[in-house]
């Protein structure tokens, strides 16, 4: 498409558009033919045809560019005049979230808080069963809630965890008691009829737990128990550790146990949980009583 106009000195000009492309646009001049300038476009100025070699043609793209020449030159140029002057500019750090050092329960709380349940109500025999098996199990709560029926083996005391993190799988051993408490929670299970598909541990209704409703439960429970200790789902699971390293239970059981990958991964957890290195090592230590 050409378009003409005319300037003071009748100075023909056109300006092409080129199909767009995915290319920078650049402006650049070009002779335009003297077929094409202004007098001959409007036939006017017959006797006054104006140079033609000062006609150009203006064009819309220069497929050799790829970035526009004057904003890079005044980019440039200003880049080279204050960069001696301006700062740089330090990125504001976002603040650092505490990490809150693990509580282990002792055996005493941990029972106290299973009894803080209704021992009559489903919904209470349901949820002493969950921390039984979260306490005795030391599975993590997205694990205990997608467990399926297919994967109890009350007989043998063993549940298998199909997909634990890592989408690791492991088989985890249950105590007399838990087995108890968990056998108690299926038989009041059977008669709410909650369907083929419904989880372990699945509401009334059958729908499946939401993690929300353990983490307001359990410190309810511990209020109503009377526990201090900051007590949450995972802290459990720190229970389950602790208790099997004070029980000199080997290294390596304990990874099993907890479905870790590494015992290095295990040794760092045990560290922070049970440190019982360092608690042996104080309590052989003596001295001479005044």
Not at 34 to 51: M, S, Y
Not at 100 to 124: D, F, H, N, Q, Y
Not at 208 to 225: N, Q, T, V
Not at 243 to 258: C, S
Request: proline share 7%; hydrophobic share 35%; net charge positive.
């Amino acid at each position: 498409m050409i378009e003409a106009f005319r300037d003071g000195n009748d100075q023909g000009f056109s300006v092409i558009r080129s199909p767009p492309t995915q290319q920078w646009p650049v402006w650049s001049f070009q002779p335009l033919p003297q077929e094409l300038t202004l007098r001959h476009l409007q036939h006017a100025d017959d006797e006054n045809p104006g140079p033609s070699a000062s006609a150009y043609t203006v064009t819309n793209m220069d497929k050799n560019v790829t970035k526009p020449m004057a904003v890079a030159e005044r980019s440039q140029a200003s880049s080279s005049s204050t960069s001696s002057t301006r700062r740089p500019r330090r990125r504001s750090k976002a603040p650092r979230v505490r990490r809150r050092p693990p509580e282990v329960l002792t055996e005493a709380e941990a029972i106290a808080l299973i009894k803080a349940c209704s021992a009559r109500a489903p919904t209470g025999i349901r949820n002493r069963a969950l921390i039984a098996v979260l306490w005795r199990g030391g599975l993590r709560i997205s694990e205990a809630l997608a467990l399926e029926l297919r994967d109890l083996d009350l007989e043998a005391g063993t549940l298998r965890v199909r997909h634990g993190k890592g989408d690791k799988s492991r088989t985890v051993c249950l105590d007399e008691q838990t087995a108890a408490l968990l056998q108690r929670w299926l038989d009041r299970r059977r008669r709410l009829s909650p369907g083929a598909r419904a989880p372990v541990f699945c509401t009334l209704q059958g729908g499946r737990l939401d993690p929300s409703y353990i983490r307001h439960l359990l410190p309810r429970l511990a209020a109503k128990a009377g526990i201090e200790r900051r007590v949450h789902a995972h802290g459990l699971r720190h229970t389950y550790a602790a208790e099997l390293a004070r029980e000199k239970t080997p290294i390596n059981v304990i990874r099993d146990a907890l479905g870790h990958t590494t015992l290095s991964v295990t040794d760092r957890y045990l560290r922070d949980v049970a440190p019982m290195h360092v608690i042996e090592a104080m309590r052989a230590r003596r001295w001479e009583a005044a």
